[in-house]
């Protein structure tokens, strides 16, 4: 049974949907300079993107029409301080005041994330997260987004994925700004995401009353193949702890709620913990109060802590992961299980083949069933009282899927990238009638 006050949501992120025709003001990202070094697939640019810059209002109508009463989309951070830091863009500032104000009049709650993965170049410059400078910087970059738009917000994430900010970004390289850091050096770049984020909170808490303020992690999904105590301690361990610190869940999630670093990085690190300790995190626990957890998959685990390797019997998405619902249900218990927090799943979504077909439309089932599924979990995960406040489909639109560029589609709704015309999928009209069906008034 969802309650009133339950979000239905859709979610973006600025670096894939906004666009800029360089006309706007905005400061280069690392996602232009990555775009820029061709790393993209068949060399693609996020410059026109969806230009959902110009085309928000269709896009807000498209949404009111589906019925979600909020939207989670990223503020650029190049945008409203072009060089990251000083100068402000106020064609950006405008941008995101129109675009709430018309959510709110749709009855559609803005949900905004500060940092979805589009560094400025100028501050990536400067050693981007390696720079102890960077907590300044953030801090002045938040204080900003709280004085402009404070007084409309109630629900903010700092950072969505630090697994794919810290990781893909600064060890595997795979992701912008493409660094290679050995262990020492992205233990510095995450307790500077702390730092931020933790600063960020007492600025956002002074502007906003009941501030709803959470980080939206991703995982490797793990979920245990059956319910005795071996499994799930195994499954438990094995989704919240890796060798590498920066895909570990508890590296980033502990801080903000226990004020420290779980005990075995501080005993493979010792160096690390006499920095992480003189950072004092412990006075920013209590201002974290939901968790943003993003969902794609499942990964089966045995008694022994080995994945299953069902591989021959998976369903497949187009990035190649499996559809697996248990993923969520045991992500979202474990989760809740450890930080006590309420919690949005604020990314839950599916890239598949979509086709336009000869009628106009595109028939995407496959992404309809995926929805469908998940959103049974959502349903089962409530009637056993868990505390789970909103879920938000990934995507609204087709959009730029980062090194994939426009090959992947996400959206519930259609882009025809020549046209730039949107056209809502069957997932769409199946959503919708879900969200009609499920939403309560009382
Ligand atoms: C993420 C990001 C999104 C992606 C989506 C699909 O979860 O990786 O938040 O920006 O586009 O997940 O890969």
New binding site residues.
């Given amino acids: 049974m969802f309650k009133k006050e339950f979000l239905f949501g859709v979610s973006t992120?600025a670096a894939?949907v906004e666009g800029d025709d360089g006309t706007q003001g905005r400061g280069k990202s690392i996602w232009d300079t990555f775009c820029d070094e061709g790393r993209i697939y068949k060399n693609q640019t996020a410059k026109i993107s969806v230009d959902h810059y110009n085309r928000y209002e269709e896009d807000i109508n498209l949404m009111a029409d589906l019925g979600v009463n909020a939207y989670r989309f990223s503020t650029s951070w190049s945008r409203l301080l072009p060089e990251g830091i000083g100068a402000v863009n106020q064609k950006g500032i405008d941008f995101y005041n129109r675009l709430i104000d018309t959510l709110l009049k749709k009855n559609i709650q803005p949900i905004l994330t500060l940092y979805?993965w589009d560094l400025p170049q100028a501050l990536s410059e400067k050693g981007g997260f390696e720079n102890p400078d960077f907590v300044k910087w953030f801090t002045e970059y938040s204080a900003l987004v709280a004085d402009k738009y404070g007084d409309r917000l109630k629900t903010v994430i700092s950072f969505?994925?630090p697994i794919?900010i810290i990781n893909s970004g600064y060890k595997s390289g795979v992701f912008a700004p493409g660094k290679q850091l050995g262990d020492e050096g992205i233990l510095k770049c995450i307790l500077h995401m702390h730092k931020a984020h933790g600063e960020c909170s007492q600025i956002l808490r002074a502007k906003i009353k009941d501030l709803q303020l959470g980080l939206a992690v991703?995982t490797f999904e793990e979920y245990p193949v059956a319910t005795d105590e071996k499994t799930l301690a195994c499954a438990k361990k094995r989704f919240f702890e890796k060798d590498n610190p920066a895909e570990s869940v508890d590296v980033y999630l502990d801080p903000l709620y226990f004020g420290e670093y779980p005990k075995r990085i501080y005993e493979k690190y010792p160096a690390f913990q006499e920095v992480a300790e003189k950072a004092d995190l412990k006075k920013y626990v209590g201002n974290t109060n939901i968790i943003g957890y993003?969902n794609?998959s499942g990964m089966p685990i045995d008694s022994r802590g080995e994945e299953v390797k069902n591989y021959l019997l998976a369903e497949y998405t187009d990035?190649c992961g499996t559809v697996d619902p248990n993923g969520m249900y045991w992500g979202i218990k474990f989760l809740t299980e450890r930080y006590k927090s309420p919690l949005y799943i604020t990314?839950n979504g599916v890239a598949t083949q979509d086709w336009m077909f000869d009628d106009g439309k595109v028939h995407d089932v496959n992404r309809c069933e995926y929805l469908k599924r998940h959103l049974a979990v959502v349903s089962k995960l409530l009637e056993e009282k868990m505390d789970i406040r909103g879920y938000f489909v990934?995507?609204f639109t087709d959009n730029f899927?980062?090194i994939f560029g426009y090959s992947k589609r996400?959206g519930l709704v259609h882009i025809n990238y020549e046209t730039l015309k949107r056209t809502p999928k069957d997932s769409y009209y199946w959503y919708q009638e879900f969200i009609a069906k499920n939403k309560t008034t009382k």
């Fill in positions: 992120a894939q979805h969505n994925e794919n991703s993003n794609y990035m990314e990934w995507s899927e980062w996400f």
